[in-house]
């Protein structure tokens, strides 16, 4: 066969997964024979992609129906300086897209107080728009925006990486095709926050970004083409944002595992140095 490279992958040290039930945790879902669970595949796309990005490493998966009881119990327990969240959700404290949580928001400031770094998937329906922000949530078809573009959190887009025959860097663009779009724009919901609006950064030549509110995402990373194996024996590739924001809270752990080997804080709220450094 021609057109076929063979490569050697290193062995990497599995980590150590422990689920943790929030609330009785969930149940499989009853219409499917194989005993599988809702968004099983999501879960083990954020397992595995940590797993291969900080080999070793103790993962915490949260599972339960309340997002808000998940985030109280993730800052009780304090067993994780790095979160990483690949969903979107309405709030029973929401009325509308564009209302804010301030019982959500104010655990992630507890996080964020606690030393513990967020990051959560911008989304894949491309950028904001006033009619998604204005979209009610009695529309069966609604695509939630929350808690994407909370201030208090590490927003992560999605790009398509090329690398070379040998894996060095060759482009990399905002990812955008058949399967999705990364997502991202000014909250419709949040002012500019401090670390935004002081780091120097011309917003009046960013595309798409306002001078006045928060503007997301903070970061991106590769989400097209990641592999994913299935508790049920499924398997695929996988495109998009979420595959982006657990790689970006394995790379937090990494330097968080340095910084205290270094005798020195852990990141907490990247956000801040993040874009004091850009500045």
Excluded: H
């Excluded at 499917?32 to 103790?58: F, H, K, R, T």
């Excluded at 329906?125 to 529309?139: C, E, I, R």
């Excluded at 994913?228 to 944002?241: I, L, M």
């Excluded at 979420?242 to 907490?268: F, K």
């Amino acid at each position: 066969v021609t057109g076929v490279q063979t490569c050697t992958l290193p062995i990497l040290t599995p980590p150590a997964i422990t689920v943790v039930p929030v609330n009785g945790g969930v149940t499989p879902n009853p219409s499917n024979s194989n005993n599988v669970y809702q968004g099983q595949d999501e879960v083990c796309l954020d397992i595995e992609i940590a797993g291969a990005m900080a080999p070793g490493a103790a993962i915490y998966v949260y599972e339960g129906d309340d997002p808000n009881l998940m985030l109280n119990q993730i800052l009780t327990d304090n067993l994780c300086k790095s979160v990483g969240v690949s969903w979107a959700w309405t709030s029973d404290n929401q009325t509308s897209q564009i209302s804010v949580d301030t019982t959500q928001d104010n655990v992630f400031k507890a996080m964020d107080a606690q030393g513990i770094a967020c990051f959560v998937a911008s989304g894949d329906s491309g950028p904001w728009t006033s009619a998604q922000w204005n979209d009610p949530f009695t529309d069966p078809n609604l695509n939630p925006i929350n808690p994407a573009d909370v201030p208090f959190i590490t927003c992560v887009g999605a790009t398509n990486l090329v690398t070379t025959a040998s894996g060095a860097w060759s482009s990399e663009t905002p990812w955008n095709d058949s399967t999705g779009e990364s997502t991202g724009g000014p909250s419709m919901r949040y002012t500019m926050p401090a670390y935004q609006s002081a780091s120097g950064i011309p917003w009046t030549s960013v595309a798409g970004a306002s001078t006045s509110l928060r503007n997301c995402p903070d970061v991106t990373a590769n989400g097209v083409n990641c592999y994913v194996a299935e508790g049920n024996g499924g398997s695929g590739a996988f495109d998009g944002a979420s595959c982006a924001a657990p790689l970006w809270a394995a790379l937090a752990a990494m330097a968080n595992q340095t910084a205290l080997a270094g005798g020195v804080p852990v990141l907490g709220n990247f956000n801040p140095t993040l874009y004091s450094v850009g500045a």
